[in-house]
């Protein structure tokens, strides 16, 4: 077919494929809209309950909006000691955490993406064959108790310290990133490995950094399993376990001490929750817009398989 | 030449290159020597937390007293495992594991891709940008508080859910409390919680489709639905295609977390899995027998390995990228 003969096709069909294109946007878009109002209206509901009175959340009474804007809930959070003490723990625990993650990622990944290192693969199958297969909940916990490290705040720390999976993406990304003429030159002007990585290797690297922050800060952050099989303190205890206590367990009439009448307890319970819901939760989504534009690329690198 | 001198001469020059090969080794370790320090660290702390406590697994073959420590106790050989296949718990923990993730895995599954698709038509950047930023917004929830949300939303007295249930005229249902609800419970709000985020995966593979196929279609007429089903979607297949075959090497690993906080005791015939079972045999009991339960974590595993080595050789076979 000649080019003259396609570009009258090409016209001849075009309103009708126009239309086809508009209902095609239309359902598109409109399904769209539907995935988001699904995902949306939790989220909202959460939000505005938070931010609603006691009373109009015991009797239903948000929908969408807040019912009688109030700050009670927030009061009520930040006056609780057990709140506030799981909060200062996680955020201890996720600071200390996620640096020491960063420091062992890196001390691990470097060295493995040095394509001259002798042993090179030897190495990289013992951190990968580590990821495939593992002892199991029992030999870790017999281990962890041998240790003494039960009721230790390093416990939520040290055994888990690096995460694999994260060696290899961040191993990847420095293959990728970082040209052996760089590390040659770097060699020549006598730069130990050690300052290389500090000075060159890291500050190049800001994308996939950025991306194992997230990830191991998050880990840390959410993190619920380690401090419940381990730590039995309260003043150790993390958020997550504050959290599993009231909005699991319930146990929020021994939390809300005052001397209300039932109803009024019952609703400020609630209202606990959704208040609780929303101060656990927003960090962390505030957080990831600022780092999304780093997190497509670094993720993308370190998905390609190297 | 040297070479075509014969036996002796080739044996000196092999020798010799040896030698070469073997200086340059010591030159690349001598050079490299930092490296390794520096790797010896997450080295150690690997050889600590992941390797010790495979040595551990042996466990799994003796009955241990902790008196005398995981070495010291006696072999019982295969007791625990089949103790474990005999009891009326192996098929009930077996097959609420694999009726949960195999449900997940059937009903999860397209969602990401059915939203990146839609992601990836949108021809208005800033509601696109809108949508994304919703619908991963989930991921960044913990479990505790997921669970502690689903838990609030179905509550029979104070739920939203059962607010509307009895404003549209019928009666309160105990979500929770009531078995069938859980695998449902468990994968819709999985497929809420999950789905923005993992379509962020194949929202990169549809960016890289090859921007010239749109054009040489739209050359031929090809409407907007014509270039998505022939052009986006097989483009994107090879990406499917692993992340299917990696969540079916995961098939044993259900949720734990998540199902053992959904847990209590009205639903446990629907929600005792594997991994829950191992933690009530071992550290949750009263008298914990972990021979029994790292025997019963064993076969999990074993399983596991087994599925992920099968998925691997798939995933060469489809397009030449393996694990590892």
Redesign the interface.
């Given at each position: 077919m000649s080019d003259i003969q396609t570009v009258k096709k090409n016209r001849a069909r075009k309103p009708k494929a126009l239309l086809e294109d508009k209902l095609f946007g239309f359902v598109n878009d409109g399904l769209l809209v539907l995935a988001a109002l699904i995902v949306f209206y939790p989220l909202v509901y959460i939000l505005s309950s938070a931010f609603s009175s006691p009373t109009a959340v015991s009797k239903g009474l948000v929908v969408f909006f807040p019912v009688d804007f109030s700050l009670k809930g927030f009061e009520e959070v930040f006056s609780h000691k057990a709140i506030v003490t799981g909060f200062a723990n996680t955020i201890f625990y996720t600071v200390v955490g996620t640096l020491v993650n960063i420091i062992l990622t890196v001390a691990a990944a470097y060295p493995l993406s040095r394509k001259n290192l002798p042993g090179r693969r030897i190495l990289l199958f013992i951190f990968t064959f580590a990821m495939l297969f593992n002892g199991g909940l029992i030999p870790s916990y017999l281990l962890t108790a041998k240790l003494g490290l039960i009721n230790h705040r390093a416990v939520m720390i040290i055994p888990v310290a690096l995460n694999i999976f994260n060696v290899i993406i961040c191993r990847t990304f420095f293959e990728t990133t970082i040209p052996e003429e760089l590390i040659e030159a770097a060699q020549l002007d006598g730069l130990s490995h050690t300052r290389f990585i500090v000075q060159i290797a890291m500050p190049l690297s800001k994308a996939i950094i950025a991306v194992l922050v997230l990830y191991y800060g998050l880990g840390h952050w959410n993190s619920y399993f380690q401090a419940f099989l381990y730590i039995t303190d309260k003043s150790k205890f993390p958020l997550q376990i504050v959290l599993r206590d009231i909005l699991i367990l319930n146990q929020v009439n021994e939390i809300i001490a005052d001397p209300l009448l039932y109803q009024a307890k019952q609703g400020m319970a609630q209202l606990l929750k959704y208040s609780l819901i929303v101060v656990a939760s927003v960090p962390f989504m505030l957080a990831y817009p600022f780092v999304a534009k780093y997190f497509v690329k670094g993720v993308m690198i370190g998905a390609i398989k190297g | 030449m040297r070479v075509s001198t014969g036996n002796e001469a080739r044996a000196v020059s092999q020798k010799a290159l040896r030698s070469k090969a073997m200086r340059s080794?010591q030159h690349?370790?001598k050079?490299?020597w930092?490296?390794?320090v520096?790797?010896a660290?997450?080295?150690i702390?690997?050889l600590?937390?992941?390797?010790?406590?495979?040595?551990?697994?042996q466990?799994a073959f003796r009955r241990f007293s902790p008196l005398k420590g995981?070495t010291g106790s006696p072999w019982v050989g295969l007791t625990n495992f089949i103790k474990f296949f005999k009891s009326y718990n192996f098929e009930r923990v077996l097959r609420n594991t694999l009726s949960i993730s195999l449900y997940d895995l059937v009903v999860g599954f397209p969602f990401p891709v059915i939203?990146a698709i839609?992601?990836n038509?949108?021809?208005?950047p800033r509601?696109?940008k809108?949508?994304q930023?919703?619908?991963?917004?989930?991921y960044?929830?913990?479990?505790?508080?997921m669970?502690?949300?689903i838990?609030?939303?179905l509550s029979p007295k104070?739920g939203?859910i059962n607010?509307l249930i009895t404003a549209l005229g019928g009666t309160e249902i105990d979500f929770m409390g009531r078995p069938e609800y859980f695998r449902n419970i468990y994968v819709w709000t999985n497929i809420?919680q999950g789905?923005?985020w993992t379509a962020?995966?194949y929202l990169?593979a549809l960016s890289s489709v090859d921007p010239g196929l749109h054009e040489a279609a739209l050359?031929?007429?090809a409407?907007?639905?014509q270039r998505?089903w022939y052009i986006d979607l097989p483009s994107i297949l090879p990406t499917i295609a692993i992340m299917l075959t990696l969540r079916m090497g995961n098939i044993m690993n259900v949720g734990?977390?998540k199902v053992?906080?959904m847990q209590n005791d009205l639903n446990t015939g629907a929600s005792e899995i594997i991994?829950t079972y191992?933690?009530k045999a071992?550290?949750a009991a009263a008298a914990p027998d972990?021979s029994y339960?790292?025997a019963i974590?064993?076969f999990?595993?074993i399983i596991?390995?087994v599925l992920?080595m099968i998925v691997n050789k798939i995933n060469a076979k489809i397009n030449e990228?393996?694990?590892?």
């Open positions: - | 080794l690349r370790v050079i490299n930092e490296l390794y520096i790797l660290i997450p080295l702390w690997l600590i937390f992941h390797y010790y406590p495979m040595y551990g697994v466990i995981i939203l839609l992601l038509n949108c021809l208005k509601f696109k809108f949508v930023i919703i619908t991963y917004m989930p960044f929830i913990s479990t505790v508080v669970v502690g949300i838990i609030q939303f104070v939203v607010y809420w789905t923005g962020i995966i990169s050359v031929d007429g409407n907007r639905f998505m734990f977390e053992l906080l991994s191992v933690y071992g550290p972990f339960a790292a974590g064993l999990n595993s596991n390995l992920i990228t393996s694990l590892w």
